[in-house]
């Protein structure tokens, strides 16, 4: 099995930044694309960023462009997710997610989850 667990979400003021990291277990997941989502509340999950098995393709959504970077560490078994310059709309609980292909960016391709951890950006 694969568990992924994330780190580094908390409570910061707009403008700010964080970064947050998924590190995998049970299996190396270097030949594995990664990916972030987000859900807000009272909204659906959405996509974040993603990125491919040796960081040489990433996605980003619209909304992040400019402003977040997704990185990895293969000899860590890690994925980042660099945030600056947040927005309260940022707000959400962020998951990492894997799968054995490509990166895409609709969720029901990844088959690995981590619990979420949750980015609170305040006015």
């Known amino acids: 099995q694969v568990q992924l667990g994330e780190s580094g979400g908390g409570l910061v003021q707009g403008g700010g930044s964080l970064r947050l990291s998924c590190a995998a277990s049970?299996?190396?997941?270097?030949?594995?694309?990664m990916a972030w989502f987000r859900r807000a509340p009272g909204k659906e999950r959405s996509f974040v960023a993603a990125?491919?098995?040796?960081?040489?393709?990433?996605y980003y959504a619209d909304s992040v462009k400019g402003r977040f970077t997704i990185s990895r560490d293969n000899a860590k078994n890690t994925v980042y997710l660099q945030m600056n310059s947040l927005k309260p709309e940022d707000t959400a609980v962020y998951y990492c997610?894997?799968?054995?292909?490509?990166?895409?960016?609709?969720?029901?391709?990844?088959?690995?989850w981590g619990q979420g951890t949750q980015v609170t950006v305040s006015s």
């Open positions: 997610a894997a799968r054995a292909a490509g990166p895409q960016r609709l969720a029901n391709f990844y088959s690995y």
């Open positions: 990125i491919n098995w040796n960081g040489g393709i990433t």
């Open positions: 049970g299996r190396t997941l270097s030949g594995y694309a």
